[in-house]
């Protein structure tokens, strides 16, 4: 059976990215924040928009807000998100005392557009978060990624999360999804 090379590079194309989403998920739940950083690039832009209850039949413009134009829950660049890094190390963070128990996990990766040296990525999150005894938090939702190779390795360059809920249940964001 002749092998399609087209279809063995895209596989092998995904399975670096996933395993790049897979290290990155693991640096977070280890809170290895400022390994985590050097997976940025130094354009990174970060989003997190608003989700709204639509009725059937509605446009899906209408479901979430657009970052840079509308409010959101983040719309944030590689610099804001230093300063967060640097607030969590100081081990004073008032949301992060004791430390929060994190498990993210990411699945359903997809290859969107290949464009090298960079891929738009999709996939599905999920992360658990337990602090003190009893606060128990479940983001659920899906992300969309603009990875860009440098060298052997990733980084992103920018990052939506869609959340899916539209009220938060979470007492604060202060973890990275």
């Known amino acids: 059976m002749p092998i399609d090379e087209a279809l063995l590079e895209r596989m ?12 990155e998920a693991d640096l977070l739940d280890e809170r290895r924040y400022t390994e985590w950083l050097d997976m940025l690039a130094e354009d990174y832009q970060y989003s997190v928009p608003l ?22 829950w983040f719309d944030e660049g590689k610099e804001t998100m230093s300063l967060r890094v640097d607030q969590l190390n100081t081990g004073l963070h008032w949301a992060e005392e004791p430390v929060s128990r994190i498990s993210h996990l990411v699945t359903n990766i997809r290859l ?3 464009e090298l040296p960079e891929v738009a990525v999709s996939c599905r999150f999920l992360v658990y978060r337990n602090r003190v005894a009893d606060e128990t938090d479940f983001l659920v939702g899906r992300r969309k990624d603009r990875l860009r190779q440098v060298g052997d390795s990733w980084h992103v360059v920018r990052r939506e999360l869609l959340l899916d809920q539209s009220v938060l249940l979470a007492k604060n964001l202060s973890i990275f999804v």
């Open 12 to 23: 092998l194309l995904r399975e670096s990215v996933s395993e790049f989403l897979y290290r």
């Open 51 to 72: 989700r709204m209850n639509v009725a059937f039949g509605e446009t899906d413009a209408r479901e979430e807000t657009r970052a840079g134009r509308e409010i959101c």
């Open 112 to 114: 969107d557009a290949v």
